[in-house]
């Protein structure tokens, strides 16, 4: 008798337990296409970086503000810390990603020097292993 | 309720959460691997790459100041889908426990 109320009272805690809300998001189709399609924009203006700035402003400010996009939706999905504070760096123009990348641009350029292509080609590979992270961690959650 | 044998259920119940918890450990385990090997390669390949290119002109002082900066945020962006990950592997394990339990009880109740 002993035996069998313990063996319900742990299958019981077990389920609660494992029952309990997960701790992390699940994966989310457009928060995965997002990451993906505005990647490919951020590099194409990368790309850009050995032109004048000033000449390529208005791309630069769009990628931003799709970047704006996506950090709003992802802050304010539940459980999705990560995947938002991932996106705030991205963003960060005291960063050394996107955001970082455009004020560099625009600070080199302010001060009479353009970018290396050599320096242009680097800093795409990095920024778009970057948004690899996001990729993949929206690319392993759950799917329900 | 007939006789049940609630020490098979037991046996039964922690091995399957042991096949669970090392499965669910080994595909993160696996992962974190993959990544932290193909980071030190990166790593050692752009670090080789940059001082050359910065020795032939290529890039300037300052390029490199920033491409260093961009490598390590892109470390910190690594370190924390790790962290998502680890979190994933959780729930995978909570939800892989339910089923266990459920299918334990079910087949002797």
């Known amino acids: ?144 | 309720m007939g006789n049940i044998d609630f020490q098979q259920i037991f046996a039964t119940l922690k091995s399957g959460v042991i096949d669970l918890a090392q499965k669910t450990g080994k595909e993160y385990a696996d992962q974190a691997t993959e990544d932290g090997k193909r980071i030190l390669e990166t790593m050692k390949e752009d670090l080789a790459l940059w001082a050359q290119q910065l020795k032939n002109g290529q890039i300037t002082p300052e390029e490199l100041e920033f491409l260093l900066g961009t490598k390590e945020a892109v470390m910190k962006m690594v370190a924390l889908k790790q962290a998502g990950l680890a979190q994933i592997q959780i729930d995978k394990f909570k939800d892989g426990l339910t089923s266990l339990i459920t299918q334990t009880l079910s087949a002797v109740i």
Request: proline fraction near 1%.
């Open chain 1, 1 to 144: 008798m002993r035996e069998r109320f313990t063996l319900i009272r742990t299958c019981l805690l077990t389920l609660l337990l494992a029952g309990c809300a997960s701790s992390m998001s699940v994966f989310d189709q457009y928060a995965y296409t997002q990451v993906t399609s505005v990647k490919v924009d951020a590099l194409n203006v990368i790309d850009l970086g050995t032109e004048d700035y000033a000449k390529h402003k208005q791309e630069a400010d769009a990628v931003q503000t799709q970047m704006q996009k996506a950090y709003e939706y992802e802050k304010n999905r539940p459980k999705n810390p990560i995947t938002a504070e991932m996106w705030r760096n991205m963003l960060d123009t005291n960063g050394k990603l996107y955001g970082g990348f455009v004020r560099f641009w625009r600070k080199q350029n302010a001060a009479g020097k353009s970018l290396n292509s050599a320096f242009i080609e680097d800093e795409r590979k990095q920024i778009g292993e970057a948004f690899d992270q996001i990729a993949q961690l929206e690319s392993n959650k759950i799917k329900k």
